[in-house]
């Protein structure tokens, strides 16, 4: 899927991994360049839609206390939450964090 041509980037397909590799590519040698790897993902519960698991969409729920002032959608709790934050009342707050490796131990139901 070409994730960058999406509705959601606008067309836009700078800006990201492979047209950094390419920019800085053309001043210096490749094995200078380090790319990241990501550490953590969030994930939600009763997500509808999108297309290859992207732009779907989770009904907002109430914000736990001390959530921030964006709506929250459904986040993940328990063990789709592993790395979870408390709110100002003690409770998980429902974020869906999680390390890359717990997350593909779940999609392959582990």
Known sequence: ASVYSTSQYGGTGYLNTDW??????G???????NIGLP???RGFKNVQGGTD???GKAAT???PAGAGLTKCGDGAVG????WHDKDTNGKESPAGSNPMWHAK???KGI
């Open 61 to 63: 729920t109430d914000c």
């Open 53 to 55: 698991g992207l732009w």
């Open 39 to 41: 550490y953590y993902t």
């Open 27 to 33: 001043s210096m040698p490749a094995g200078r360049i």
């Open 20 to 25: 950094a590799y390419h920019y800085f590519r």
């Open 105 to 107: 131990n779940l999609e």
């Open 79 to 82: 063990i789709d939450n592993l």
